[in-house]
């Protein structure tokens, strides 16, 4: 089992940055194929980025590709979203998710597929 802790939110303008951090507890980190989700205003949980076990694969929605980049480090036990050129549609609370992965590649796009998830981060951006 891991525990999953976000940090990093908070209220930024339009074209300004940010980094989301989520800490994981556990010593098999590097088991688990990792994800960020969102979920804005009224709206239903959003696939943002994902990346492999390894860190060699990465996928992101359209919505934030070119803005957003996700990555990891294994020795710390935490992934990170940087997010730049954010837009005031990126307003949500952010989400990670662990899923376990026998594949190193391996990288999961719903949230059905994760089974771990964080209790959730506020980025609010304004106009």
């Known amino acids: 089992q891991v525990q999953l802790v976000e940090s990093g939110g908070g209220l930024v303008q339009a074209g300004g940055s940010l980094r989301l951090s989520c800490a994981a507890s556990?010593?098999?980190?590097?088991?688990?194929?990792m994800g960020w989700f969102r979920q804005g205003p009224g709206k239903e949980r959003e696939f943002v980025a994902a990346?492999?076990?390894?860190?060699?694969?990465?996928y992101y929605a359209d919505s934030v590709k070119g803005r957003f980049t996700i990555f990891r480090d294994n020795a710390k036990n935490t992934v990170y979203l940087q997010m730049n050129s954010l837009k005031p549609e990126d307003t949500a609370v952010y989400y990670c998710a662990a899923a376990r992965a026998v594949r190193t590649s391996a990288i999961m796009r719903t949230p059905d597929e994760y089974a771990y998830w964080g209790q959730g981060t506020q980025v609010t951006v304004s106009s």
């Open positions: 990346i492999s076990r390894s860190g060699g694969t990465t």
């Open positions: 556990g010593r098999t980190f590097s088991s688990y194929s």
